[in-house]
């Protein structure tokens, strides 16, 4: 089948919102989408990778007129692409040449916490570099760098803060799909902001307890972008890297999208739609076959009625290859029978927000589950009011599997792993949640400011070994 819908509740959707920020068109040129560059490693063995990650203030030319004052990673604004490789050990300077102190989170990376995960108790001061050493071994799936201090998150991904990280793996080097970094399989970053005077963003100025917007659609850091197709097939990999924005997508002439892989890596089978949604954090691959157009015409990628991006086609050699049918095997152990079921609920909007009827507590440990063990979760958003809200609900530490929405399945292209869902307002997502890694972990809503306000837990993955483990977390007040 083709899907023709966004699944999701449209009552819940941001623009019933008050402080809903339409977007708007730019007036500025068309100019070529970036691209950024990959990550050079510093040195490279076969088993052990170096690499430095440094953030940075800079200025960077977004729209005609003045440069806006950005934060970047190697660059002055978002990052260069940083690829791991699955089964290598990383050693990454975390660097910081900003005025103030940072983290530098990997989202979707599966990692040990607290420190290592960079979540808000790994600071890295300004002036100062640290070095970590992980191995990344998981499948291939594209992941993402951000800032994570709490609670200035937002503060820090507006700014700039956000990079692509890839995994890549043998099996999905092997597939029959596009693998040409650049050409024709490309990073799209969503995000959205305000230009004000002198081309200035002010974060404070815009700030909204549920969530900071801005009216202007900005992919890779570029304004108004077009990208030249060179090749019948594309690949794009999404990530809604916007403090708030959830993105409908869909292209000119209701042209096929063919769905991938989501946050996790490759879905046991592609899925094909017109329209799709993608809300905070959240990753998602498709392939856009543009066998049916030639050469000069041009296909655009909107968001709700807003063009957003520009594929100009030119010349391609014709491309028979097929998306093969099953793409990935995709299983997680079933939890054991009298296996605890964890809550999670999620409440409130503005600065109530909440999870579990709690603040975020930066010394407080919310809850508990094995190493090693599945065990589920059920996700509860009870802002049922009024349409309510949709909250991106992300786990760090590790994917789950999405089991059921109110009991009845998940959307199609929900099969993979996640480890980011949007909940419905009234809605209950039951998730199996496996961690591969010991550590403090947080569990939070990925609209950024819900998250800064509050909507946020933690908890710890035990060991047999050691089941009091204690961390030393950062208290809040010490920031
Ligand atoms: Cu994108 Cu706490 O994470
Ligand atoms: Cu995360
Ligand atoms: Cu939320």
Redesign the pocket.
């Known amino acids: 089948p083709i899907y023709n819908d966004y699944f999701f509740n449209e009552s819940a959707y941001d623009y019933h919102d008050g402080g809903y920020v339409p977007l708007e068109k730019y007036d500025s040129p068309t100019v070529p989408l970036n691209i950024p560059e990959i990550l050079k490693p510093d040195k490279e063995t076969d088993t052990d990778v170096w690499l430095t990650v440094h953030a940075q203030p800079g200025e960077t030319q977004i729209v005609p007129g003045p440069k806006t004052k950005t934060w970047g990673y190697n660059q002055s604004l978002l990052g260069k692409t940083i690829v791991f490789k699955s089964g290598k050990t990383y050693h990454v300077t975390l660097k910081n040449t900003l005025p103030e102190l940072t983290t530098f989170?990997w989202?979707g990376l599966d990692v040990p916490g607290p420190f290592i995960d960079g979540?808000c108790h790994a600071p890295v001061y300004p002036g100062e570099a640290k070095e970590i050493t992980f191995k990344v071994d998981q499948p291939a799936s594209t992941t993402?760098l951000?800032a994570?201090p709490c609670p200035l998150?937002g503060w820090d991904v507006w700014h700039g803060l956000a990079a692509m990280a890839y995994v890549k793996d043998e099996h999905e080097a092997s597939l029959p799909i596009p693998h040409n970094y650049g050409v024709d399989d490309i990073p799209v970053v969503l995000q959205d902001r305000r230009f004000h005077e002198d081309n200035q963003w002010d974060y404070d100025g815009d700030y909204d307890p549920d969530g900071t917007a801005g009216p202007t659609a900005m992919l890779n850091g570029t304004v108004n972008p077009e990208f030249d197709v060179t090749t019948q097939k594309l690949r794009v990999r999404f990530l809604d890297g916007s403090n708030r924005r959830e993105w409908r997508l869909h292209l000119s002439d209701d042209l096929v999208m063919t769905q991938i892989a989501s946050d996790g890596g490759l879905l046991p089978e592609p899925v094909q739609m017109t329209k799709f949604m993608i809300t905070c954090?959240e990753r998602a691959e498709f392939i856009l076959d543009f066998k049916d157009y030639k050469p000069g015409d041009k296909v655009s990628l909107y968001s709700d009625d807003m063009p957003i991006l520009t594929f100009n086609i030119k010349e391609f050699a014709k491309d028979d290859t097929e998306i093969p049918e099953h793409l990935a095997d995709t299983s997680y152990p079933d939890p054991e029978p009298n296996a605890h079921v964890h809550q999670v609920v999620m409440s409130g909007t503005d600065e109530e927000v909440m999870l579990n009827g709690k603040k975020f507590g930066m010394m407080r440990i919310d809850d508990r589950q094995e190493l090693g063990k599945s065990e589920y979760w059920d996700i509860t958003n009870t802002n049922d009011c009024c349409g309510g809200m949709l909250h991106p609900y992300?786990m760090?530490g590790g994917s789950f599997q999405i089991v059921s929405r109110n009991g009845e399945a998940p959307y199609p292209n929900e099969l993979g792993y996640k480890d980011?869902v949007s909940v419905n307002p009234g809605e209950t997502v039951r998730i199996k949640m496996k961690f591969n890694y010991e550590g403090v972990f947080?569990y939070?809503c990925?609209i950024i400011e819900h998250?800064d306000g509050g909507m946020?837990a933690q908890m710890q993955v035990w060991t047999k070994e050691e089941p009091e483990k204690k961390y030393d977390l950062m208290a809040m007040d010490t920031l």
Do not use: L, V
Request: aromatic share 6%; no cysteine; charged share 5%.
């Open positions: 989170h989202h979540g993402w951000h994570h998150t954090a992300h760090h980011t947080m939070h990925h998250e946020m």
